[in-house]
């Protein structure tokens, strides 16, 4: 089964940076998107960023310039780098994955996604 272990969330101020990595296992991810999403108290999960097999990156607009999604098709990892945190980027921090074939639409919404991670938790005090 499908087993994605996220670790390096942690209270930093603004400004500061983190590291959030995520290891997945459980079967081959060829053709696999692996994306990060995140979900503040009382709000809804929101995407954040996903990376394709093929190497292609989207990210939210609010993170964009800050934030850079990447991946280990070799250890099947994806790592999230967060500069410049706000406040306002604190939640609890989602590794996911999901079947994305070439020529199919990648997926930015969290019902896209077949499997999750337990989460981590980033707080970004002013």
């Known amino acids: 089964q499908v087993k994605l272990v996220e670790s390096g969330g942690g209270l930093v101020q603004a400004g500061d940076s983190l590291r959030l990595s995520c290891a997945a296992s459980?079967?081959?991810?060829?053709?696999?998107?692996m994306g990060w999403f995140r979900q503040a108290p009382g709000k809804e999960r929101e995407f954040v960023a996903t990376?394709?097999?093929?190497?292609?990156?989207y990210y939210e607009d609010s993170v964009k310039g800050r934030f850079a999604i990447s991946r280990d098709n070799t250890k099947n990892t994806v790592s999230l780098q967060m500069n410049s945190l706000k406040p306002e980027d604190t939640a609890v921090y989602y590794c996911?994955?999901?079947?994305?074939?070439?020529?199919?639409?990648?997926?930015?919404?969290?019902?896209?996604?077949?499997?999750w991670g337990q989460g981590t938790q980033v707080t970004v005090s002013s």
């Open positions: 459980g079967r081959a991810f060829v053709d696999y998107a």
């Open positions: 996911a994955v999901t079947h994305s074939p070439p020529g199919w639409r990648i997926g930015l919404r969290a019902a896209e996604y077949d499997h």
């Open positions: 990376v394709a097999w093929s190497g292609s990156k």
